[in-house]
């Protein structure tokens, strides 16, 4: 009898034993298919691909002609509701900052006729700019829109954050070479689905723009 109690002691055991290993594997296994969420680009990271056209002149911003400014480069699209709302602000942001040093790009990948048919319905009067074939979109990383990059005067990234987070102070931390102590905007976890996708739009937007 005892010897029967023994073993049934140990066949406990050993199925404790086999649940606890089975367990660690299931949670090991769920945090690799649940990788860390991380902002779309490491502060501190200098002067990512700039290649974007302005709406208004065509120029070509450069990191050289924008030294000795706090850049915020707002990433946008026509069809983001929460993109067009933030546009009052970013607008009344430009206001506030009016003579200090600090440079305002807001980027889309879409077409011109996309972008001035919403401009014309909702202004935005910072420097409004079309994106390359996606290489500032791809270099930033900035598929989550509406993406906020705010880099210092040495074109040193201070951190990505959402529109509603920029504020005048904000931006005076990184005129005074402070790293702003925001919440970081998350990357968004497929971007070469929402390339993807971005890509399509645009190319049935130039197509219906030809008719």
Known sequence: MARRVVIAASMVALQLCCWQVFSQQATAQQAAAKPEVKPPMKV???????DVTTLEGGFHPTWAGLSGKVVVVDFWATWCGPCIASFPQINQLKAQ?????????????ETRGQVEAVLRKHPLMTTVSLDNDFRTFKAFNA????????????????GVVYPEDVTPA??????????????????????????????????????????
Do not use: C
Request: hydrophobic share 45%; no cysteine.
């Open 143 to 158: 598929w989550g829109v509406p993406s906020v990059f705010v880099f210092d005067k040495q074109g040193n990234l201070a």
């Open 97 to 109: 900052m009016a003579g200090k040093p600090v440079e305002f790009l807001s980027v889309s990948y």
């Open 44 to 50: 501190g990271t200098h002067q990512p691909l700039l």
């Open 170 to 211: 904000l931006l005076q931390t990184v005129m005074d070479w402070g790293i702003p102590n925001v919440e970081q905007e998350k990357a968004w976890d497929d971007p070469a689905g929402a390339e993807a996708s971005f890509r399509e739009m645009r190319a049935k937007a130039v197509e219906a723009e030809k008719h």
